[in-house]
């Protein structure tokens, strides 16, 4: 039966690669910590029918992303409407050990429009194959498969203005 | 730069995030109880708000004695139901909650017929097919002993609910189920299996549920996948084939359970049906004449009504917002349809509706439903 110590082992066991594919995503650690918890507080408290998956690792991933795809919306809306105080703003220095889009990497998977992010993180890190990030996004395969063309094609672009960054 | 190269630049750029510990277990918790607080507290400040709000109009059009109890649907294919389901068939399977165990329930008056706990095995219900008059259920049980066995749950004339097991188990290591469908006569049973791993071909497999025995499989191919499926007759079985290696195939198809399979493909095995293609997020009604689909449309979860015969588009129907789904973990769809889709029940997010020919009217229901989970369907009606 569910027990909160299947819970913990299950949760430590999975945090760090649902961590990853949500950075990958938000493209802050920080930010990326709180959407994983809350994901991860989600699951907790439907264990009880959830700890019977023989994946549960999946559905803690499709909450998390979810919540992450519409944290990186909202955070366009926020973007464009504080915009025009940007020049009033004193500059922010990077700060590293937060924020992730300072990696070749990272810069260019945050310059992705979030719908071509998705399914180029779910194939390359998350390693999910066509019909399963179909089925997980809800998506038609066909549509998965132009996304993935087209974010290979733009990751590529922009990574190439990062020469260390290509092999 | 390839896609090995690309592969190892993401794993090498989320080592260190694959490798961070995690947080401490109690701001889990403490996270997890307040959640569950917060929604307790909508819930009840929504239920207070409805029941205010129902006295009130209860008490201007019926006098002092008006209360929720008497509030009526008026006369309609609702009947006389406390809450618009169906009267012909109400009854729901819910796969539980963060508060509730499994159960089947009468949707008309919020009754719960029966708890269920499943036969002769511990585990947990996995898929979840119902027959289109909601008297018999068909659960997939998932076990600890690595076997995925089944059990169905008749309800009685007197409406309580009879749980016995059925049909041979099916090896977890072997085989995951991501699809069930009973045909509308009760008498079989189709699974969608993909083998454990999900590395090579699935399997459609068709039981006969009056003798209690596999009838026939038919293998798929490693490009193809059913996406949805219905049984437009007791033998015949519709199904969306989507097709990634042999478009010849994709759109909808019909297969006849009633010839033996001969080994071939299941692709190969069907006949092209109408030609839908692009009905991927879609379902059928129960006569296959309307096909149901989902899309976003801006801001808004829009549910498209079209004609499986022509094709045509015949209304489309606002059903939520989609920031109310991405909230969520609540369902978004069409909760029950009639036969022939004239009378709907939708739900997203929160937001519950009932569509009688196109007439929209927002309801609350007896209860709200989970998102089905692959391979855990949530509810069945």
């Not at chain 2, 739900?347 to 998102?371: D, M």
Request: hydrophobic residues 40%; charged residues 20%.
């Amino acid at each position: 039966m569910a027990s909160s110590d299947d819970f913990r082992e299950f949760y430590r066991a999975s945090y760090g690669r649902t961590l990853a594919t949500v950075a990958a995503l938000v493209g802050s650690k920080h930010e990326a910590e709180d959407i994983t918890q809350e994901a991860y507080a989600r699951a907790l408290a439907r264990w009880s029918w959830l700890h019977g998956f023989d994946l549960p690792d999946a559905w803690v991933r499709k909450v998390a992303v979810r919540l992450a795809v519409d944290s990186s919306r909202r955070r366009r809306t926020r973007l464009a409407a504080t915009l025009r105080l940007e020049s009033l703003r004193p500059p922010q220095p990077p700060q590293p050990d937060d924020d992730l889009r300072y990696t070749p990497l990272g810069a260019a998977l945050l310059d992705l429009p979030i719908r071509e992010r998705q399914v180029v993180v779910l194939h390359y890190l998350a390693d999910l194959p066509v019909d399963e990030i179909a089925r997980e996004c809800g998506l038609p395969a066909g549509t998965v498969k132009t996304r993935l063309a087209a974010g290979r094609r733009h990751l590529a672009e922009r990574l190439a203005q990062y020469p260390e960054a290509v092999t | 730069m390839n896609d090995v190269d690309l592969r190892e630049q993401f794993h090498n750029w989320a080592a260190p995030l694959r490798a961070a510990a995690a947080p401490e277990f109690a701001g889990i918790r403490r996270r997890a109880r307040r959640r569950t607080a917060r929604l307790a507290a909508l819930a009840g400040g929504t239920a207070a708000a409805i029941a205010v709000a129902v006295s009130l109009v209860g008490g201007v059009l019926t006098g002092p004695a008006g209360g929720p109890d008497h509030v009526s649907h008026p006369a309609s294919f609702w009947g006389q139901s406390r809450y618009p389901a169906p009267g012909q068939a109400p009854y729901v399977f819910i796969n539980g909650s963060a508060s509730g165990s499994p159960m089947i329930g009468d949707a008309a008056s919020g009754r719960i017929a029966g708890r269920l706990a499943t036969v002769g095995t511990r585990g947990i219900f996995g898929a979840a097919a119902v027959t289109s008059n909601d008297r018999l259920f068909v659960l997939a049980q998932q076990s600890e002993a690595d076997r995925i066995t089944f059990a169905e749950a008749r309800i009685t004339p007197s409406g309580s609910v009879l749980l016995r097991r059925i049909l041979p188990g099916i090896s977890v290591a072997a085989s995951q189920i991501y699809g069930m469908t009973v045909n509308p006569a009760g008498t079989r049973l189709v699974l969608n299996t993909w083998p454990a791993g999900r590395t090579g071909a699935g399997k459609l497999l068709v039981y006969d549920l009056t003798a209690g025995t596999l009838v026939d499989s038919w293998p798929e191919n490693h490009t193809g996948v059913v996406t949805f499926q219905y049984w437009p007759t007791a033998d015949r079985l519709a199904l969306y084939w989507q097709d990634s290696g042999s478009l010849a195939y994709s759109g909808l198809r019909i297969l006849n359970t009633a010839v033996r399979s001969a080994g071939p493909s299941l692709a190969a095995a069907t006949q092209p049906g109408p030609d839908l293609r692009g009905y991927h997020r879609g379902a059928f009604t129960a006569d296959g004449s309307v096909a149901l689909n989902m899309i976003q449309s801006g801001s808004a979860e829009v549910l498209q009504e079209f004609s499986a015969r022509s094709g045509a588009l015949l209304r489309t129907i606002p059903i939520g917002t989609a920031r109310a789904q991405q909230d969520s973990p609540d369902f978004c769809g069409v909760l029950w349809a009639s036969a022939d889709g004239r009378e709907l029940l939708t739900q997203c997010g929160r937001r519950q509706q009932e569509v009688v020919n196109g007439t929209v009217t927002r309801v609350k229901l007896a209860w709200n439903f989970l998102a089905p989970q692959t391979p855990v369907t949530t509810f069945a009606w």
